[in-house]
């Protein structure tokens, strides 16, 4: 059974930066890991994922200011943001899926989530 929990949550004024951490149990090199995350009121949505060989993809909101990384040896996955913004405001979740990342990812296991506040 995998388990993962964020640390890292935090308030932060608009331009700052946060580094997210996802501790995962167990081996995690043949997972997709994504960050995921929802405010208030909206639904969730993905912030960027990454596969076993760390091939990323980023929603368009998240490109150029955050970058996800994986260390499969620590079992830990990362989400730096930069460039913070109030519209970044949101619980922030991680997830791990299915090997593939690209077709049909199913995103099986999910942790508890982390409070990002920007104002």
Same mark, same amino acid.
Request: proline letters at 2%.
């Given at each position: ?12 004024q608009a331009g700052g930066a946060l580094r997210l951490s996802c501790a995962v149990s ?7 890991? @994504?960050?995921?995350?929802? %405010?208030? =009121? ?10 076993? !060989? ?35 405001? @949101?619980?922030?979740?991680? %997830?791990? =899926? ?10 099986? !296991? ?10």
């Open positions: 059974h995998v388990q993962l929990v964020e640390s890292g949550g935090d308030s932060v167990g081996h995690i090199h043949s997972y997709c890991l @994504a960050w995921f995350r929802q %405010a208030p =009121g909206k639904e969730r949505e993905e912030v960027a994922r990454i596969d076993s !060989y760390s091939k990323t993809s980023y929603a368009d909101s998240a490109k150029g200011r955050f970058i996800v990384s994986r260390d499969n040896a620590k079992n830990t996955l990362t989400l730096q943001m930069n460039s913070l913004e109030p519209e970044d405001s @949101a619980m922030y979740f991680c %997830a791990a =899926g299915t090997v593939n990342c690209w077709i049909g990812a199913n995103f099986a !296991y999910w942790g508890q989530g982390t409070q990002v506040t920007v104002s």
